[in-house]
C-alpha cells in the first residue's frame, strides 16, 4: 500500500505563483495585520539580541535570599522557586525560542526548496522520488516525528534544530514544486531556453525569483511553529540541556507552584504567544499582499 | 504505509546504537557484558538490513517486541494506553468541529462585520497559543481559582476530568478550523452557481447550508484527518499537563527511562494511524461527492 497524495496538508493555503511586485514596502506598511506583526517580532528580537545588555541579573545563577519575589519595581516579574529574575530568564528564553526558530526555518526551507525545485523542474523520476519521500514525511505528524528524532539523537540545540527541519522541510518541497511546474511554462522561461540560457541559470536566475514569495509566508509562519515545538518540547523536558533557559522548562517547573505563585505560570506562556503571535500575523498579512485572490474579500 | 514504517525505522537507527546510549557513561565493569546480552536479546547485533527484513516482519504480524525497562510486550502496553488517548483526541475532535463550522459559516456570511472581526483576532490569538499553556491557564482558572473542575488526573472515568483537558487541545483547533471553513465559505460564496441559486429566488438560508456548505464539506473533510494528527500530538503534551494516562504519556516516559522500543513503536503506531486515517478520508469524499464516483 503507498499513500496517496492528500489534497491539501499545508498548514495554510496560498498560490503557488505569487511574485512580489514594485510597490510591495508601501503596501507592506499600510497592511495594520503585517505592521502589528513586524512590530512585535522586531521587539522580542530586539530584547533577545541585547539580553546582556537590558538586564544585570543573572538567568542561571541561583539566589536563595530571593526566592519567590512577587513583581515589583526591581524585578518586574518577579523571581522563581531559586531566586532568579524571570524577566531575565524570559529575555534569554528568547534568545533560544529565537535561534531554533529561525535556524530550524533556514534548514528545512533551503533543503525542501531545493528538493521541490529539482522535482517540479526536472519531472519524471527525480519528481517521483521526491514527491513519494515528501508525501511519507507529511503523512507523519510533526510534532511526534520530531520527539521521536530527538529521543534518538538526544538533548542539544544543534539536534533539536535538526529535528525540527527534518519534520517540516515536506512543506516547502511541496510548495516550491507546485510553484516551479507552474512557472517552467511561462513564455518568459522558454524565451530563456531559446537563447541558451543554461538549466541552473534559468532557475536560480529566472524562476526562483517568481516562486519565492510564497515561501516566505510560509517560512514566516513556520517560524511560529518552530517556537511552539520547542517551547512544547522544552516543557516536556526533552530537546535541549536542562541548563538552557527556554520558556518551555520554566513553565514545567513552575506548574508545581501554580497554586501558591501563579505569575511564574503566567509570564512564561503570555511570551511564547506574544512571539508566535507576531510571526503568525507577519506572515497572515504578507499572504494577503502576495496573494491576490485574497483582495476579492 | 510502507514508506511511513522504513522511515520511522531508519531515522531510529540514523544515529547508531540504542544500547550504547543507554549505557553511556556506565562506570561498572558488567556493563560491557550485560550492553552485549541486550543486543544480542533484542537481535540489534545482526547487520542493518537483516534487522530491517526483521522488523518489517514483526511490525506485519502486530509483534513490537519487549520494553527494556518493563520487559512486558510493548503491544499490550500501547493496546492498554491507546483507549484514554483515543478518548481525550475523540472529544476534542467533536468539540472542535462542533464549535468550528458554525462559527466560520457564520463569520463567512457577515464578512467585515463586528463579530467577523472578533472571531478573526480571536482565532489568530487561539492558533499563536501554545497548548500546554493555555492547559496550564485553565487549571488555574477553572480548578485553581474558580474551583469548578478537577484539574489533574481521569477520576475514574468521571466526564467531568475530561473537560479540561479536551478544551485545551481543542481551543487551538477550533481557532485554526473555524478560519479555515471562513476561507472556504467565502471562497463558494462567490461562485457563479451560488448567485444562479439566489437570483432564482431561493431563500437566503437554503443557499447558505444547502449549496453553500455541501460544497465546502470536501475541503473540511479533508483537513479532518489532518487535524486528528494535531489532535493526537497534541494530546502527547497535554497528557502531561493534566497527569493523564495515554500514549503520548507512554512515549515520554519511555523517552526518560531511553526505553527504544516503546518509543519506536509509539511513533509508529501514532503515524500508522494517522495514514490510516487520511486513507478513510479519502473513501468518505467518495460519499460527499458525487462527482467522483465515476472515477
Known amino acids: 500500500m503507498t499513500i496517496k497524495t492528500a489534497p491539501s496538508t499545508l498548514p495554510i493555503s496560498i498560490a503557488p505563483q505569487a511574485p512580489i511586485k514594485p510597490g510591495f514596502v508601501r503596501q507592506f506598511i499600510r497592511n495594520p495585520q503585517a505592521m502589528i506583526g513586524l512590530i512585535i517580532v522586531l521587539i522580542i528580537i530586539g530584547m533577545a539580541v541585547s539580553a546582556d545588555f537590558i538586564t544585570t541579573f543573572s538567568p542561571t545563577r541561583p539566589a536563595p535570599r530571593d526566592r519567590f519575589i512577587e513583581p515589583n519595581s526591581l524585578h518586574i516579574l518577579g523571581t522563581d522557586q531559586l531566586g532568579r529574575d524571570v524577566f531575565t530568564k524570559m529575555v534569554f528564553g528568547a534568545r533560544v525560542s529565537l535561534v531554533v526558530g529561525l535556524a530550524a526555518v533556514t534548514l528545512s526551507a533551503l533543503v525542501g526548496s531545493t528538493l521541490g525545485a529539482l522535482a517540479g523542474y526536472f519531472g519524471g523520476w527525480v519528481d517521483s522520488i521526491i514527491s513519494r519521500l515528501t508525501d511519507t514525511f507529511l503523512a507523519i505528524p510533526g510534532l511526534v516525528l520530531t520527539i521521536g528524532i530527538v529521543s534518538v539523537l538526544g538533548a542539544g540545540l544543534d539536534r533539536l534544530v535538526l529535528a525540527i527541519a527534518v519534520s517540516s522541510w515536506p512543506f516547502y518541497s511541496r510548495l516550491m514544486r507546485s510553484s516551479f511546474i507552474a512557472i517552467k511554462e511561462q513564455q518568459y522561461i522558454e524565451a530563456a531556453l531559446s537563447i541558451g540560457v543554461r538549466t541552473p541559470r534559468i532557475m536560480i536566475r529566472h524562476i526562483l525569483p517568481n516562486a519565492l514569495g510564497p515561501v516566505m509566508v510560509v517560512m514566516t509562519i513556520s517560524t511560529a511553529g518552530a517556537i511552539l515545538t520547542e517551547a512544547g518540547l522544552s516543557f516536556l523536558g526533552i530537546g535541549l540541556e536542562p541548563s538552557t533557559p527556554t520558556w518551555g522548562r520554566m513553565l514545567a517547573e513552575a506548574q508545581q507552584y501554580i497554586r501558591q505563585y501563579a505569575y511564574l505560570s503566567i509570564f512564561p506562556g503570555l511570551g511564547i504567544m506574544l512571539f508566535t503571535l507576531g510571526f503568525n500575523m507577519l506572515g497572515e498579512g504578507l499572504r494577503d499582499l502576495l496573494d491576490p485572490r485574497q483582495k476579492k474579500r | ?295
Do not use: C
Not at chain 2, 531508519?10 to 562506570?27: Q, T, W
Not at chain 2, 483537558?165 to 485554526?176: G, H, L
Not at chain 2, 487520511?278 to 472515477?295: A, E, W
Open chain 2, 1 to 295: 504505509m510502507w514508506a511511513v514504517v522504513t522511515v520511522v525505522f531508519f531515522l531510529m537507527r540514523i544515529s547508531g546504537d540504542p544500547i550504547d546510549m543507554i549505557y553511556a557513561g556506565d562506570p561498572r565493569p558488567e556493563a560491557v557484558q550485560e550492553a552485549e546480552q541486550l543486543r544480542q536479546d533484542l537481535g540489534l547485533n545482526r547487520a542493518v538490513p537483516i534487522q530491517y527484513v526483521d522488523y518489517l516482519t514483526d511490525v506485519v504480524s502486530l509483534d513490537f517486541g519487549k520494553s527494556i525497562i518493563s520487559r512486558r510486550e510493548v503491544g499490550t502496553l500501547i493496546a492498554e494506553e491507546l483507549p484514554y488517548t483515543l478518548r481525550l483526541a475523540g472529544t476534542a475532535f467533536i468539540i472542535s468541529y462542533l464549535i468550528a463550522i458554525p462559527l466560520g459559516v457564520l463569520t463567512a456570511v457577515k464578512r467585515n462585520s463586528a463579530i467577523d472581526y472578533i472571531v478573526q483576532v480571536l482565532s489568530m490569538i487561539g492558533v499563536s497559543i501554545p497548548s500546554f499553556w493555555l492547559g496550564i491557564m485553565m487549571i488555574l482558572l477553572f480548578a485553581v481559582r474558580l474551583e469548578w473542575l478537577p484539574a489533574l488526573g481521569v477520576g475514574g472515568g468521571d466526564p467531568r476530568y475530561l473537560i479540561l483537558p479536551a478544551m485545551t487541545i481543542a481551543i487551538p483547533r477550533i481557532a485554526f478550523m473555524s478560519r479555515f471553513v471562513r476561507g472556504t465559505m467565502l471562497d463558494i460564496l462567490n461562485e457563479d452557481y451560488l448567485r444562479t441559486a439566489r437570483a432564482k429566488g431561493l431563500a437566503s438560508r437554503a443557499v447558505i447550508f444547502k449549496h453553500g456548505l455541501r460544497n465546502a464539506l470536501i475541503p473540511i473533510v479533508t483537513v479532518a484527518g489532518v487535524q486528528l494528527g494535531y489532535l493526537v500530538s497534541g494530546s502527547v503534551i497535554i497528557e502531561r499537563v493534566f497527569g493523564l494516562p495515554g500514549v503520548g504519556d507512554l512515549l515520554v516516559d519511555s523517552i526518560f527511562s531511553r526505553d527504544f522500543p516503546v518509543t519506536q513503536a509509539t511513533v509508529l503506531i501514532i503515524a500508522i494511524s494517522i495514514v490510516l486515517t487520511n486513507l478513510f478520508v479519502d473513501l468518505l469524499y467518495v460519499y460527499i461527492d458525487p462527482r467522483l464516483r465515476t472515477d
